[in-house]
């Protein structure tokens, strides 16, 4: 998720590929920038209500495609509109990321371990972008703007298929049973 944030500052530094492509202004550039924290934040609350009603795994797993899918589908679109909706899907697919970590940690960690596992979590979301930004980089100047996007976009689908096969969705049996306690 946090290198699918950054890939488009990284973009956006390209004025020979990706800024003459799109003939973008300052002003849709701004736009651009700020269109994925538009829906980001204003659907954490109805993030934190699907991720409590239907657990983490699943609600997760579908946030997760959707960014991962959406990342990858700006190597294909054409113009400014379709650029700033991908921005905002993508918004959509990542406002689960805060929410359903934050339940995963506390139904999977006793409460002396869970500040431990918040500041791991929290200092990932700092590291993710450094090291997205660092490969995006790369992947910019060596194959071009359209194959870091499929390449950053898809490549992270490979994490959804140990998280689909080997996690658990037992979270909501987990608050049922603290709540026996």
């Known amino acids: 998720a946090y290198f699918d944030r950054v890939n488009l500052s990284v973009a956006l530094a390209d004025r020979e590929g990706f800024l003459a492509h799109f003939r973008l202004t300052n002003d849709q550039r701004g736009l651009l920038g700020s269109a994925f924290f538009w829906s980001y934040a204003l659907l954490q609350i109805p993030a934190g209500w699907l991720v409590d009603k239907y657990g983490v795994k699943w609600t997760y797993a579908i946030g997760f495609f959707l960014w991962s899918i959406t990342s990858a589908a700006t190597a294909i679109v054409g113009g400014f509109e379709q650029l700033l909706m991908l921005r905002i899907l993508l918004g959509v697919g990542e406002c689960v990321i805060t929410p359903g970590g934050m339940r995963w940690i506390r139904f999977n960690f006793d409460e002396k371990r869970r ?40 490549g992270s689908l490979a994490w959804l298929v140990p998280w689909v096969i080997f996690m658990t969705n037992d979270d909501r049996a987990q608050e049922a049973e603290q709540k026996k306690a």
Request: proline share 2%; charged share 5%.
């Open 115 to 154: 500040g431990t596992a918040v500041g791991i979590y929290m200092a990932a979301a700092k590291v993710g972008p450094a090291l997205g930004a660092w490969l995006a980089t790369k992947l910019l100047g060596t194959l071009g703007w359209q194959q870091m996007f499929l390449i950053i976009g898809l």
